[in-house]
């Protein structure tokens, strides 16, 4: 009776594959409407994803870096020529605006150039004379099977930060992107196949738990790279390592951004609107909670605010002008407007409140209106917890130090930023702040791709970063080389007599 | 009655301090006597040291580096001037040759000096104009309190690889060495003061699985170093993991070296009989297992090792001109003696028996003779297992391809290396070869203290080496910093009238 | 009466530009026909390129490097694309036959993908707390006007060692080509406009003496670099740095192959072939002299060479299946004829005689036969000078060590190369042997893009190396940057009151 | 009948040896006595030199960079134990107080400490499949014999940035420190010979021009690093590369110090004081311009300027206390007194006048008083040449634009600083200015010793700057090698039966 849905699958050794007798619905989030049906992996599938894996390793890895890095060039060619196809997927999807979707690809895309600087990027360190006659170097070796598991809120960028740099590398990749968004991440993974990746270096199983688990569990696995929620990155990190792996897990964030008296409110305000409320809030570096310092600051900023949130455009990502699209889901658009109910139980102070905003023609869509708080405070749940919706808070301190304080009692430590014009005041909240990722007058320091992303505290779990130069000792495993060579007397001429006599 | 024993205590805060009302027996291994009793840290006592350290941190971070570097530097000096003491410390309860602990111990000292390099290692990397007008910049800075979990069987060197790096880069530490053999620790420790290194920045604790437990789950303990077994490496791991804090724990090992038949046969054999019984085999980096390719290359290496192994004068550290001593306790001479029992059970063929040695004068040590096998082939548990002890095992093969096979089928990947003149044979050996550390013509490819120590497979959980480069990664968090500065109408002139005004 | 032939003229400031009263003939060697003719820029011409880099520098070193990048990602598209032409381009005016055309230009492709990672070559280096709140780091800026002067060899590959790592640096460039060969030159500058590069970024100027002076001696110009022959390159080298330039002149080689007894000696040979006639010589990583090891091994390697020389096919670039093309002039090729005349004077044995080859269709096309000596001696013209032609010569040693010395003794020392098997032999020589690329059973060891090409002795004049990581310190000025921060209040509070009350 | 003084000689190949015919006064400036005569070194004498480095060079180069560094750390112990000595050498023949002295040693010997970091430092880069089976690396390889000629200001530090980190490398070395006061370079090289260096690898020449020109022209000398003025600079770097050599000539300096109207007055005036005044202002990073920005910033800083110089109090550097001691010779104090009187005849404002100080006790000495001029202007001689005395200038500008745009067209770009409170004036400073070395409320931006020394524009002929990481590029030539091993049935197996039929 009622129409089936497309059935989105896999993509294992160059090919698509349908997997597992499970499914989930993909819904377009501006309309509410299930677009496809995505297959689930089971057990079977993932480990066949990861024998195809394993089975290219041992040519891939003999390959020049010279060209895997070639191969990555390619691959950003096609990424390019294909962007609007690539965008549209991103938006039907995950909901954002069509600009942020490119954004994020240009972000990615970027991660993918950094990949095809592998033949600089894999030097390893030569001594000569270690002792007399004795030489020593590292290589910097690829690890095998290589697995990523990504989150709904980014579908093309968090994937291109792992498996481009992880092949590049030499080592082969399963790739599993959330369930929610997979069409883009899916798309671009055939795209690495027209590059010329060869079969079974890039494999992308969709999937859930199951799925997760098997990568977590399977001995043949050796990196796990995880973006995600935190409680889900604690259980990624503490279950890959228990099973030998080397883990890096990225979980939540809750970036605040401080603004102090002398900043360029101007300036200040205009940044953090896109900061707050670029992609709803659905972003691990937005800046949800602004900090004032003096309440002068404060009135300020919240005026401004007011003003600036009142021209916003929401609409459909697909509609030009708008500034922000839908939530992903009618959970977390529950979610996230229960979290506004809770502020104002809390006591804060609801400024602008966008949870009666419909959209007309999109009425069954996930759509929520930015809100903005006042007077927050920690110890409110909206304070401490990371809503991943449009919802931005001022929090009123009398000085820097009580900002910092705050900041560094907070449970993560993803990124932060400072809005100053005083080289003092900058340098002494960079230098201190318990925070990995911290912007001055940038209110969302992501890193560019040739350095390396990674919160601190709850944030991140593990050594070392995501995407560039981490990335690389991240994928590699050090192999440390020590020579010395006994005389075979051909040096010296005993054995001249030797090859004609053979 | 009876006489009572020194007690080593802890080292916390700058302060020789008593805590926990356990002890345990420290011995001399050459004579079987009990030395002194070394006192075992309860929770407590741990956990003020820990918050001696946590204390001692924001004044060490923010010391500069230079200055942190200098302290290293006096160390060194400090080091190399009771040289002798150290050694006879180590001897008295290790068991080694004086020669033996000298060796040890200046590796540690290049630890040292690797350390005191700190203002360059600690170098950052600055982008200017990452956009128009935006600077980054990376700053490797100090995550905290570190600890180290130290082994028996280097009790001056594998502390010397942990904490001089990480108090170079800021951190301070707890360092809890092998309860067997705790006083050249301490007294090492207690140079570094001398040397000037502040209260609090270096604490050492005494004690057993209490103590590593509490390190383990305390939050404010960041990073965890170990070096001992495989089974405890990974309940380290796995344990610090799920804490939540990074962690380097290396593990067991069995390493392989494989003699080509165009090999340097005498150098060969000399190289191997220092790997094979340097120390009573009792080093993660010793050589076991000789893989001989071809039988009339195993018959001339077989040959040389009898004939040498008779040459071995076995006794007391402290004696001059002994190649090996005891073995370190009672229960691991038990433990060797019986691997050994157990390889002529397999079938292996027991060429030389050391069994029956006793050293006159010092019939309580724990001695045991260097044994030759014959004939180990895998399977055999003496041919899996880490015996440490002085017991060599020769493996035959037919070719490169079948040794390497055996090499990379071992649950362990510490070190290997091959005797070869062939430039080819040993690059193809490098290449492939699944160990982190790989020597050609060198037994023990122990990497030099500029560059990183770390095994592959089940010998390292991890991702980031001992020592070295590694080291100064596994010690630091990356804070990534991007930077835009907006006029504050300073530069254009538009406040020049304002000064005079104040 | 007479045809006029097309004049190749200048690109300066995105332009075609035809400046200067005197031309030069650009003939086909094949033919010995003029193709074209190309104009000779004169010291106002000059000067006028010189002003629009100059007047080019500022934006351009003002544009992130990460854009700066990308122009050189796309003008790697570009000469993958339009790679037939250039190459037909090559072989019409150089001579040499396609499939090198390719493997020059392929080289050149690889410098501009190393300079498309600028934004990862161009770090400096961040130091945090050189003392107490005072931080240092390093820029490496771009210099202003950069200028290249090429010879008639790689008119492909040369320019683009040179310029398109510069202007990835932020500088803009004048290439000065070879006015033999300049039109594969030329296109390639002109799809670098097309790629995205704004003009007067590079500008080229065609010319002779008048040219290269006006270069050398513009205090405008801030750093050149020359490849041609050593007279010219200290020439070069001693104007320009009279002139307060950096300055980086390679010259001259004459590069031996050491051939050990036991050395591959079928492979040995096979790389001679091309090493010894490809590009008939005209390389200055050509190999012109076999250095056998004993008796035995000459005999052999020339056997070979005898054999394999016969079965080479000489003919016109354009036609398929040719392994050598025409030398470059009418007068190169009497010189290089006149060598030979020379060393069969000077009593060398002229084993292969290649002066009497005439090419059917091609009679006035500047063809000479690949040519074989035994018995070259030191002290003959033809062991002591650069050839540039198909010479190839055998000189017969007793050891390696002799051969060392030989090779050490000469005035080049641009590259050697040593064929064996054995490791100790390799390492002993490439240690100690005074030259400054060295291949081990690698013929040519031109460097890869990311590493760097440089002789040692009177081969090259400076102390930064063409291309690769050298180039980028060559083409950048260190800036060191010192910073310290005064308090200004804003960080304490002082000034809480003070934006309210603007 | 007159007295003879003790005579200064050299130190070649470890021994102290007089050679040379000529000698030439050393002065005590604080008393205008001569203390002792310097023996002139004649070509001869310099060639015994250069012979003797060249003899030890190849024993030095095969030394393995960890033991050359050792001796380094011990040359550092040494320096600081005869700080003492040290300090009283360069005050009694410099004439600079004791403090600045050790201010000068201390900088020393963080290039000595530096230099100790070699094994790091001297790493080369690795890369493993350059293509398939090939790998190249570089090695920075010791250049033989270099030559470091250094000027009167800095007699133990500067010659400590050159020959340490030389040395390090596995280069020999000749000194030619000044011969105004070459009492403490020669102390501190026989501390070199006791830390342990071998004869001959460091020699020190006293010398003029004769000494200078042997060193320049002799084919044995690889490189020459050169501090001193400008046009002797300009000689140095083409007399020296037209010999074919490596140099890097670092000459004159006119350091400009901005001050911003948001600067903090009371601290950069502070800093100016010593900056203008310390070591009577001979230091090529000396601040002799101040550049105030505002007519109320020049009133204020003048007006504070007067009053610190009133309380400065000059005499003997032995004597406790002092600021300030008197000028190198009689020929430098009336050269910079010339300048004064010009200042006044070109109708600069002199503010303070210093021309009538003398120093009780000291009637003979070469003492000058601080002198201060404002309303100084390009064009004149004491704007626009380097004085070397206490001779302060104030420039008064309108704007940064103004101030900048003077410091861009002066012919000197040693060092430069800004005084301001605003990240974003210090960021335009910084990244625009054509000033080698930059500092931000750092009045002295020497760079620290694990960073480079050097300015731009004709403050320094060259490409690579003094000491730091340029310094190992200067002192290394890259020696550049590539690997492929063929067959040699070895691995395969082919030969097993071939040992045992030897």
Known sequence: MHQEQPVITHLINGQPVDGGSRSADVFNPATGKVGEQV???????????????????????????????????????????????ICRLITDEHGKVLADSLGELQRGIENVEYASYA????????????????????????????????????????PLWMWPMAVACGNTFIL??????????????????????????????????????TLLTDPRVQAISFVGSTPVAEYIYSTGTKHGKRVQALGGAKNHAVVMPDADIDNAVTALMGAAFGSCGER????????AVGDATADAVREKLVAEMARMK??????????????????????????VDQGVEEGAELVVDGRSLTVAGHEAGYFLGPCLFDRVTPGMRIYEEEIFGPVL?????????????????HEYGNGTCIFTRDGETARHFTDHILVGMVGVNVPLPVPV????????????????????????????RRKQITQRWPSAGVREGAVFSFPSSK
Not at 126 to 132: D, E, K, L, Q, T
Not at 284 to 291: F, G, K, S
């Open 39 to 85: 297959r689930l992996a089971d057990r079977a599938t993932v480990e066949s994803a990861i024998a195809a894996a394993q089975a290219a390793f041992p040519a891939w890895r003999n390959t020049p870096p010279l060209k895997r890095a070639r191969v990555m060039s390619r691959f950003k060619e096609l990424l390019e020529q294909h962007a609007d196809t």
């Open 119 to 158: 033949p600089e990027l894999l030097k390893g360190e030569h001594s000569r004379n270690v002792g007399p006659g004795i030489d020593a170097w590292s290589e910097f070796q690829a690890l095998g099977v290589c697995a990523g598991i990504t989150p709904f809120n980014f579908p093309a960028m968090v």
């Open 176 to 213: 599993k992107p959330s369930e929610r968004d997979p069409s883009s991440t899916l798309f671009i993974a055939q795209l690495a196949q027209d590059a010329g990746l060869p079969p079974g270096v890039l494999n992308v199983v969709n999937g859930d738990k199951e799925a997760v688990d």
């Open 284 to 291: 691990c570096m937005a800046i949800p909670l602004v900090v």
């Open 314 to 339: 929401i609409g459909s990502g697909r509609e030009a002008g708008c500034d922000m699209g839908p939530l992903v889901t009618k959970a977390h658009l529950d979610k996230v407007r229960g979290y």
């Open 393 to 409: 808070g001022i929090v009123r301190v009398d000085s820097l130090q009580a900002a910092m304080a705050m900041i560094d009692a």
């Open 449 to 476: 791709a040739y350095h390396s992303f990674g919160g601190w505290k709850r944030s991140l779990f593990g050594d070392l970063n995501a995407y560039g130069p981490d990335a690389v000792r991240f994928y590699t």
